[in-house]
Nanobody, 112 residues
Framework: QVQLVESGGGLVQPGGSLRLSCAASGFSFSNYGMSWYRQVQGKERELVASISADYSTNVKDSMKGRFTIARDNAKNTVYLQMNSLKREDTAVYFC??????WGQGTQVTVSS
């Protein structure tokens, strides 16, 4: 079955960096686009970044220049590199495959 397992979340100070990873299994990873979403409690889940099967990327305007999405098809893994983190980046970050499955999420907390 399809599994998406996120890792790399945690507590970081404002201005710091984190790299999230999403390890995928149970489907042909290289054939599908992948995305990262985030959700703050009580708010709707929002798209952060996407990468297509042919490596085209798109990052939400408010995060451009700070966040980068990448994939490694040999490792069936998609990454989200987050730099210059702000308190408002605090959220649960979810991995999503365009095949239609979600990971369980990983908490990112930006606080001093």
């Amino acid at each position: 079955q399809v599994q998406l397992v996120e890792s790399g979340g945690g507590l970081v100070q404002p201005g710091g960096s984190l790299r999230l990873s999403c390890a995928a299994s149970g489907f042909s990873f290289s054939n599908y686009g992948m995305s990262w979403y985030r959700q703050v409690q009580g708010k709707e889940r929002e798209l952060v970044a996407s990468i297509s099967a042919d490596y085209s990327t798109n990052v939400k305007d408010s995060m451009k220049g700070r966040f980068t999405i990448a994939r490694d098809n040999a490792k069936n893994t998609v990454y989200l590199q987050m730099n210059s983190l702000k308190r408002e980046d605090t959220a649960v970050y979810f991995c999503y495959t365009h095949k239609g499955y979600w990971g369980q999420g990983t908490q990112v907390t930006v606080s001093s």
